[in-house]
């Protein structure tokens, strides 16, 4: 079961394979893995501790950062993920980034952007999407057109409380559909990143 790996210098957490939306690009579909682990498919969710002792087999200050970003939404598990940050900011300097879909306060049913203060240092959130109707057809939420409205609302708490954030989306989208995210990414004052599909 793979619980860490790594990119380049940064040490990915991979806690879930939960996730509410089904989008087109989601490297699960093709894929088993991303880097040079095995798989990222979890036979069970592994527990905090099970999570912690996996973290304490890496010096985590030979890191450039440590990354919540595996087959799944990493805030599906918003109270492990709370606790893993303490335990890493407890023991290490390393910044902390969670790559994220956005919904948190749609799966928990409460505001989640504040729980993440002084324990996140960047957090990169899936805009994927100008509008609503876009954002439907490219992450396929189960929450439906409320969706989009949520991700835009936890972004601007976030931009309270986390130093650095980020929207992404991924060089499928038209040229069109990328600058409409470019404008509303620049009217939030939240920088905006375009990304490659990973194949
Ligand atoms: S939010 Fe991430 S894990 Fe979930 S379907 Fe989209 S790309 Fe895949």
């Known amino acids: 079961m793979t619980i860490l790996y790594k990119i380049d210098n940064s040490l990915y957490v991979n806690i879930t394979n939960k996730c509410p939306c089904a989008c087109v690009f ?5 894929h088993d893995s991303v880097g040079e682990c ?3 498919w979890l036979e069970k969710e592994p527990t905090l501790e099970e ?5 304490e087999k890496h010096n985590l200050e030979d890191y450039d950062q440590i990354v919540f970003c595996g087959y799944g939404e990493p805030l599906e598990r918003l109270d492990t993920v709370v606790e893993i940050c303490k335990w890493i900011k ?16 749609l799966i928990h049913k409460k505001e989640t952007a504040p729980t993440l203060e002084g324990l996140v240092d960047s957090i990169s959130i899936s805009l994927n999407a100008p509008d609503v109707k ?3 057809e490219i992450a396929r939420p189960k929450f439906g057109e409320i969706s989009f409205s949520h991700l835009l609302y936890f972004a601007s708490e976030c931009k309270k409380v986390i130093p650095q954030i980020t929207f992404s989306v991924v060089d499928i989208l038209s040229g069109e559909q990328i600058e409409g995210c470019k404008r509303l990414a620049s009217e939030m004052g939240i920088a905006l990143r375009v990304r490659e599909m990973i194949k």
């Open 90 to 105: 407890a023991k290490s300097k390393t910044p902390i980034r969670i790559n994220t879909n956005g919904l948190a306060d």
């Open 51 to 55: 999570i912690i002792d996996a973290f």
């Open 38 to 40: 095995e798989s990222l």
């Open 26 to 30: 989601c490297v699960r579909l093709e």
């Open 134 to 136: 876009s954002y439907l």
